[in-house]
Structure formats: structure tokens, C-alpha cells
């Protein structure tokens, strides 16, 4: 039995195929920077919009035919469902996947037997990783969709909810751990409030801190040494989120003493909804050394909620992979493609579409970034505007040898600040497009 007999695994043929499910950027073995273009990207599949998107929206029901699926909440069905996914994981080249517990095995009618369905399609999911190669890139917990999480998980008012959250998040690190995880990730999915008149925030990031440590204790009861990731948003489905971004988080981590055991998964569409661009966010990251890996998507920009969607624009792909780039890498992160197909795409060969035209665009943007790092284009404009820093006042300031004082009688002496030079924002902008059209 084929899930997809209609396709073959997709190869790359260079940029003037024609080929639509044909990758024309995306060269696993190409080197860059000294390292593969496989090894950069990571690229990972998510399991819930992949395989468990329906297309429903809030006006109407599910739109997706899917061949393989039977429709039903059994755990055959799911085993069935993941065996489908590995076809298409092996069919894309995409090495890596990513799971929420309860999107690859069925919630049962109490904790335990929720525990022994995610066994038992736990056990399908080794076996495909096994015969496939394809590894698990990190598996969370999803505690946000079941009515019990309403007021929260870790940041529920109601005891019994942090405890079921605990309860969950220990099996779902377990399995992780079995499958050989190398990320477990942490998106607060409704640890935030909707109200603040009815809500104790101290209390609840208090308890949010707690959940973590006790976390970060399992891991290492059971040897799991896997990078926790926790994934910044800033509302949806509350109106405000404890994890907003990648600043927010980081004060967080800091307060609560967690920094050195979490890094960060940067989604784009998240960071557009927290005003900022996902370079920006990646940058910020990695200046904290917490870059740890990326939900690869996009937004509309006439939209202002989570589209997911699938990314094809060079322009975000370039930006990305630049500071990605910039920061050493993803580590034991990836690309990994948290996004979905439209409700109107609803044939299987439209996850294939998705897929193949965002790897390409993450590749030509890798292709253009490491080109423009090359020339050491950016990098040489920024070490000049900031020469003034380099000698003189500006090395004595960032070497801490002057103080206000010293700075006063420097000023008095010289009157007047040194002319600035240009930002040259428009010359830059279109030193980017120049390396674009060149790629
Ligand atoms: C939700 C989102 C999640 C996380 C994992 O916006 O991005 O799917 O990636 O829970
Ligand atoms: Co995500």
C-alpha cells in the first residue's frame, strides 16, 4: 500500500527545470561554507497540519481528501497514518519530522490509556525511522486543544490541570527520548490570559517556572540530553501570551533560572505577530546565544493572524538563512516547516507542492545569504559604521575605563560630536536585490 503512488521521491534538477516537483535550489550535497546544504537546512515535516489538517476554518469543515486515513480516532488508523508520513518524509528528502503527542496517536478516556495509544504508534514511528533514516527532529506536548487546558496548562488556575500537564509532558519527553529526540520543544499554547482582572500573572509565571524545573530534573532522571526549545508567540490563542518573544522569553529564562538548560524555536508568523521580523528575532536569539531552531512559515500581510502558511518569498528566505548564518547555525535545530496547505489545496499532491517550493526558497536564500557573507558585503559597512568605536573615546567607553566625568571633560575639550555617515539604508536594500538576481 502507497500513499502517494502518483509521486516519486523528489530530485533536485537545477534551476531551469521545469519540473514542479522538482527541487531547483535545493542540492542536499552542494557544499556551502564548508558544510552541506542538507546539514544547514535540517529540514523537518510537522505531523499536525501535514497529517492531521483537515482544512476546517472557523466557517466550515475540513476540505482535504486524504486517501490513507480512515477518518477515525483508532490507533490502527494512526499507525496507518504514520506509515503514510514516512512515505511522504522519504519522497520529499526531508530528514527530519516533528510531533505533537496527541496528533500521532488518539487521546484515550483516561491518562493511561492516552499513554499506551502514544506507545503503541510510538512503536510504528521507531520502526519507520529505523528502515527510512528519517530522524525526529523534537516532540512536545499538546496541551492546548483538550477542554481541560481552557484556563491554561502549567498556567491554570486549577491545580489538577498543572498536574494532568506534568503527567503529560513526562510521557511525552519519554517517547521523545525513545525515538531519539534532539529537541523537546515547549509552546505555551494557552499560557497567557484573556482577561487580567480575573488572573494572578505572578503566580501563574511562578508556576510556569516551576513546570520547567521540574522538566529540566526529568530529562536528566532519564538521561534524555536533548536541547529544550521553548517557541515564542504572542497571542492565539490567548489574548496574551507569557512567551510573547524571543526578549520576553529570554527575561523569563533569566528570572526563573532556566537560561543555561532552554534555547529558542523561532516561528516566523509568531514574530510577525509580535511586530517584529523574523530576523529580528533571530538576531535577538542569537545574540543571547539562544538560537536554537526555526518553525519555517509565513504570514499575510493582509492578515493578522496565524496564516501558516507555506513561505516562497526570497527576500524572508534570504534574511533567515542570513542570520542563521550569522549565529553558527541551528545546531541540533532545523528549518522545520510549521505551516499548511491552504483549505482550497486539498489534494494530497499539494503537500508535496507546499513543500518542495519552500525548501527551494529556504535553499536559494541560504545560496544568497552565504554569497553576500562571501563578499563580506554587509559585514564590511557595518564594521565601518561602527569604527568609531574601534579607537580613540569609543575603545576607552566599550573597554569601561571612562566614566560620566571623563566623558564631560572629553566633550568640553572637543565641542562638537564628529560628523555621521550616511545609514545608506536604499544602497543596501539594493545591494541584497543584486545578489538575488545573481544566485
Ligand atoms: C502554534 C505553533 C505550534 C507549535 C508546537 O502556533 O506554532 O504548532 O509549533 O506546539
Ligand atoms: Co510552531
Redesign the pocket.
Known sequence: MTAFPEISTVQYEGPDSDNPLAFRWYNPDEMIEGKTMKDHMRFSIVY?HTFRGTGSDPFGPGTAVRPWDDGSESVENAQNRARAAFELFEKLQAPFYAF?DRDVAPEGATLSQSHSNLDAVADVLEEEQKRSGVKLLWG?ANMFSNPRFMHGAATSCNADVFAYSAAQVKKAMEVTHRLGGENY?F?G?REGYQNLYNTDMKRELDHLGAFFHMAVDYAKQIGFDGQFLI?P?PKEPTKHQYDSDAAACLNFLRAYDLKDHFKLNL?TN?ATLAGHTMMHEIDYAGSQDALGSI?ANTGDMLLGW?TDQFGTDYYLTTQTMYYILKHGGLGSGGVNF?AKVRRESFEPIDLFHSHVGSMDAFAKGLKIAAAIRGDRAIDDFISARYSSWDEGIGAKIEAGHVGLADLESYMLEKGEVTPNVSGRQEMLENLVNRYIDRV
Open positions: 499536525w505533537h512536545t520543544v509552546w499554547g517557541e508567540k516561528e509568531h518553525d496565524d510549521d
